[in-house]
């Protein structure tokens, strides 16, 4: 089974830090994504990265940044927090078929609920 | 632009009756279908996926889901629902090919089960 596993499931931090999300999948997918997820608005596309140190914006990058070293591990990094971004992030994960076209589900990861003092 | 639309924010069901979730798309191409559950504090699980062929799929946890292209929908229907069915449940879209694996979520709906 595919293990995609969070650091925090709970976080505090205060406006203006700079805060790091981790998120590490052990099933060597080469896409990885970030979503957060907010009452009534359902899951939005923050990130996402198609390979090591490759990143693409989604629909909600304002405010964010993200960093993949290694083709593990999707870091989700907000510059400096505001009492908007409080939410629960969701990391994901997929894999890329054979040929390399087409798509695959996506694994979640239990999420992290982020809360900006 | 791809959109997904779940119409019903909250669904209430008693324990044993049967149950279906509407969800409605909007995709240019052809699209790749997916239902997920989200249980309370967790993450997203996949119950099933269509890209072709039958389009009546079978998903875990007895769910299956009927794709009608003439209408645009991909409703998830369960015969009797337990009281663990309760959960959040995500319909999303994504190419079929290319693009990158992005998919796009509806916003969800809540389903309560009266014991």
């Known amino acids: 089974d595919v293990k995609v596993t969070q650091s925090s499931r709970y976080l505090v931090k205060r406006t203006g830090e700079k805060v790091f999300l981790e998120c590490v999948q052990d099933?060597?997918?080469?896409?990885m994504f970030w979503y957060r997820q907010d009452p009534g608005l359902g899951l939005r596309l923050i990130y996402f990265?198609?390979?090591?140190?490759?990143?693409e914006k989604g629909d909600i990058p304002e405010g964010y940044s993200v960093s993949r070293e290694k083709k593990e591990r999707f870091s989700l990094i907000l510059e400096s927090a505001s009492t908007n971004q409080t939410s629960m992030y969701l990391c994901?994960?997929?894999?890329?078929?054979?040929?390399?076209?087409?798509?695959?589900?996506?694994?979640f990861g239990d999420g992290t609920r982020l809360s900006i003092l | 632009a791809q959109s997904v639309t779940q119409p019903d924010i909250h669904i209430t069901v008693s324990e044993g009756a049967s149950l279906e979730l509407r969800c409605n798309y909007s995709?240019?191409?052809?699209?790749?279908l997916f239902w997920y559950v989200q249980s309370p504090g967790q993450g997203l699980q996949l119950l099933l996926k269509?890209?072709?062929?039958?389009?009546l799929v079978q998903g875990i946890k007895g769910f299956e889901a009927e794709f009608k292209r003439s209408q645009s929908s991909f409703n998830l229907r369960k015969p009797s629902v337990h009281w663990s069915d309760a959960a959040e449940y995500f319909c999303?879209?994504?190419?079929?090919?290319?693009?990158?694996?992005?998919?796009?979520f509806g916003t969800g709906t809540q389903l309560k089960v009266e014991l």
């Open positions: 999303a879209v994504g190419p079929l090919m290319g693009g990158g694996n992005k998919l796009t």
């Open positions: 269509y890209f072709s062929g039958d389009t």
């Open positions: 994901a994960s997929s894999s890329v078929p054979p040929g390399g076209n087409g798509n695959q589900p996506q694994h």
């Open positions: 990265s198609y390979d090591v140190k490759m990143k």
């Open positions: 995709y240019g191409a052809t699209p790749y």
């Open positions: 099933m060597d997918h080469e896409n």
